[in-house]
């Protein structure tokens, strides 16, 4: 049987004159585009561009809503209720499929980004209040979120098709959740080791923690993030080891 794993990479997120990310190139590599709705990165100009440029690759978009923070990039916490973050989710998601409608596609998934996304891997109302704007936005778009999470049980139980997604470029805990970013060991920087990681999530189900023990873990979608200064070279790392070992890079 051919193994396949989809390749997404969070995009969108330049704003005005500020430009991130090698978005053009990676989208000529990857098989999904998260892309930022414009509260924690991007902008309405930059949302309408990503899209355009992810139909003419033929790559499957999502929604990447986050947390209202641009000064950091949705990476912090801020405590909204429940509702709040069901309205802010559903905000984004529309906003970013008034887009994707004009260009004639369909937008296929949601996947949260940051704090909102490590919250909600853990914090059940957090996780149900998404699942539920998601629902409730189009009941046939599907959820990203970490293997094993909060979140994947939230959306599996409000009838929304999950994906379960991996990272090949961030270091994880002993319970399956990422090692915190302000953590200087939270990111992966080694091509090679990337890519084995990758390889054994893929073909044996599981990554070693932080601290050695092995984690089970189900990796449907692997991450890039789209902001890190060698992005590109993760991308085509990861693209071409795929390729070595005859697993099938495909959109969920």
């Known amino acids: 049987m051919t193994l396949k794993v989809d390749l997404n990479c969070d995009l969108g997120e330049s704003f005005g004159i500020f430009k991130v990310g090698a978005d053009s190139e990676i989208l000529r590599l990857v098989s999904s585009a998260n ?3 414009g509260l924690h990165a991007g902008d309405f100009q930059v949302m309408h561009e990503t899209v355009k440029k992810a ?3 033929h790559v499957s978009m999502g929604a990447h809503p ?4 641009l000064q950091g990039f949705g990476r912090r916490w801020i405590s909204y209720t429940p509702q709040e973050i069901y309205d802010l989710v559903l905000y984004q998601i529309g906003a970013l499929d008034a887009f994707v409608r004009a260009e004639g596609g369909q937008l296929a998934h949601v996947k949260p980004h940051g704090a909102l996304y490590n919250k909600a891997a853990v914090d059940r109302p957090i996780a149900d209040a998404i699942a539920q704007a998601v629902r ?6 599907r959820l990203f979120s970490l293997s094993g999470s ?9 009838g929304l098709r999950t994906v379960s997604e991996v990272f090949a470029d961030r270091n994880y805990l002993a319970d399956g959740t990422l090692v915190p970013r302000s953590h200087p060991q939270a990111m992966v920087h080694s091509l090679e080791e990337m890519a084995q990681r990758l390889i054994r999530m893929i073909k044996e189900k599981t990554v070693v923690s932080l601290d050695g023990q092995i984690v089970p873990i189900d990796a449907e979608t692997v991450c890039l993030h789209g902001d890190e200064p060698e992005a590109l070279a993760h991308a085509q790392k990861l693209r071409k080891t795929l390729e070595e070992y005859g697993i099938m890079i495909q959109a969920q």
């Open 136 to 141: 409730d936005f189009d009941p046939n778009l």
């Open 66 to 69: 986050g947390l209202p923070d």
């Open 55 to 57: 139909l003419s690759n």
């Open 150 to 158: 909060v979140l994947i049980r939230a959306g599996q139980d409000v």
């Open 35 to 37: 892309i930022a709705c």
